[in-house]
């Protein structure tokens, strides 16, 4: 009897039709990332595509999902991520970007991972990773063998082919260092880098003349990249550096997108309306312009760029050494007090370090003023807030949130069609870090929740289509960035009452909530709010 029944199974099993699909998301409010209206559908995914959108709830899946009440959205596309680095050196961070609804990151400002040479390579906070790489198309290789959750896309640091030829002093190349240099970004374009980024306040970066970055954009043009730029200035200067910006894009005829666009400073908040209408005014006369900007009034920025980029001409550690004379810091002192024609941060900041915030400190300092202000800090440490400002800036790797923006600017460029969103932070685990930028764990939520839902300065389908098909339109991927047959099946489900973030200046290690499920490439990496093992990111290779 035994035997029988278990061959009428087998043969009842034979005669049931397979499933058509591999996932089946039912009775969700799907905003398919064109800006369009939310509609009522079901969504089909077979072998990581989105294969059916319409009444489906009849189709056979080997996996469904009910998203009752939830909107079913493209996944979100941060255009600035940071450094790509964690996702294979410390796996956990992936989490941070994930729980946002992050399922492609760009990854680079200015610096890149690759092209490295000896000295670039051995500065690199690898962690045990023993892979050693000089192109993209080795590092692309270290990051599909280790595996990856999200999708990441990269382009290729003006500043890092400076640093491989140039070193890091404030230095013009000779024409034979500048076919070197274009040659890396030739090579960097063929391995599957988007395009050219640069990012001019930091050094070295800050020391490149605009004809240099033309040249260095042209090479990325001709293989139909776009020119990314942290402008030379946010503040004061903003006109004028989007003025370069646009030279560049006009000079190489390559697209402009700038990062995190602001203006800093009290006095200069209301340069943000003037320099929306440059962009547009740019836009209406033919040029590809976009930008992208973050959801808080406070930047993140490395303490010592309080200092002006000229004194790091030598190289950063020779200017380090220094900081302990007294004689010094005075005449630094006097220089961030009383001057304007930089980017002066103190200035920003109104002269005050009690709005200055500590997010991570290097070696050496003392962790316990992470998360104070740097006035705070001197009192903490008994010290003159100076002597803690430089001695901290002396030390390396202490990283603040300066207060410098105000939420109106954040509104003008919301409502604006061309700005998408970024985090402008790398991926983070917070057993691994002290303190952050909250941007880092609830950048996007947070644009749902204040920005949407609960201050309604732009409806829920826009916002959506800001972080979706706008930033896949500007970073060129085909099949990214909308629910819609034959898209890579990169898909939100999310409670739109709900999502929400939870991190905050003061306790930023914390994740957003109020997504269901997340699906990259067709495989679960949350579901039902829980993370699952899934590695199916992939490289997004530029096509040469």
């Known amino acids: 009897m035994r035997t029988h029944a278990i061959l009428l199974a087998v043969f009842l099993s034979s005669c049931q039709p397979s499933p058509e699909y ?77 729980r946002q609804g992050i399922t492609t990151m760009m990854a680079g400002e200015g610096g890149s991972l690759a092209p490295q040479n000896e000295r670039t390579f051995a500065e690199l906070p690898r962690g045990e990773l023993e892979a050693k790489w000089t192109s993209f198309d080795e590092y692309f290789s270290v990051l599909e063998s280790k595996g990856i959750a999200l999708n990441v896309v990269h382009n290729v640091g003006a500043e890092q082919v400076r640093r491989i030829v140039l070193g890091d002093e404030d230095v013009a190349p000779t024409p034979q260092q500048l076919e070197a240099m274009k040659t890396l970004v030739e090579q960097a374009m063929k391995d599957g880098a988007v395009g050219l980024s640069t990012s001019l306040i930091y050094p070295p970066g800050a020391y490149a003349k605009t004809e240099e970055i033309v040249e260095l954009a042209r090479v990325a043009a ?247 098909s706008l930033p896949a339109a500007i970073l060129r991927l085909p099949q990214r960035g909308r629910i819609e047959v034959g898209y890579a099946a990169d898909v939100i489900v999310f409670d739109p009452e709900r999502i929400r973030d939870t991190a905050t200046f003061t306790e930023p290690l914390s994740y957003a909530v109020g997504i269901d499920h997340l699906l990259v490439n067709g495989e679960l990496v949350i579901s039902d709010g829980e993370m699952t093992v899934a590695l199916s990111g992939k490289v997004l290779r530029h096509p040469p």
């Open 22 to 98: 591999d996932v089946l998301i039912v009775n969700g409010t799907v905003l398919d990332g064109t800006g369009a209206p939310g509609a009522r559908a079901d969504v089909a995914i077979s072998n990581g595509d989105i294969v059916a959108v319409g009444p489906l709830a009849d189709a056979g899946a080997k996996l469904v999902l009910d998203a009752e009440g939830r909107v079913v959205s493209p996944g979100f596309i941060d255009m600035m991520g940071g450094s790509s680095l964690p996702l294979v050196t410390d796996p956990p961070s992936a989490e941070s970007k994930l």
């Open 222 to 468: 001709r293989h139909g990249g776009v020119y990314f730029t942290h402008m030379r200035n946010e503040s004061g200067g903003l006109l004028e550096a989007i003025g370069e910006a646009l030279r560049v894009g006009s000079e190489a005829g390559i697209p402009v997108h700038i990062y995190h666009l602001k203006a800093a400073g009290q006095e200069n908040w209301p340069l943000m309306e003037k320099a929306l209408a440059r962009i547009d005014e740019a836009i209406g006369s033919g040029m590809d312009v976009t930008a992208d900007i973050y959801p808080y009034v406070r930047n993140g920025i490395g303490l010592g760029s309080f200092l002006h980029p000229r004194h790091y001409a030598k190289g950063e550690e020779a200017f380090l050494a220094t900081l302990s004379d007294p004689k010094v810091r005075e005449e630094l002192r006097k220089e961030v007090e009383g001057t304007s024609d930089w980017e002066n941060w103190y200035r920003h900041v109104g002269k005050n370090w009690a709005n200055v915030l500590i997010t991570e400190v290097g070696p050496g300092s003392d962790p316990a003023v992470v998360g104070l202000s740097v006035q705070e800090a001197a009192t903490h440490l008994g010290k003159d807030v100076w002597d803690t400002f430089f001695e901290l800036v002396a030390a390396r790797g202490t990283g603040v949130c300066p207060e410098s923006m105000d939420e109106a600017q954040k509104h003008l460029a919301m409502k604006e069609p061309f700005v998408a969103f970024d985090n402008d932070t790398q991926p983070t685990n917070p057993k691994s870090v002290a303190s952050v930028h909250p941007r880092a764990f609830g950048a996007f939520p947070r644009i749902l929740a204040k920005y949407v839902r609960e201050e309604k300065v732009i409806p829920l389908p826009e916002a959506i289509r800001k972080l979706t």
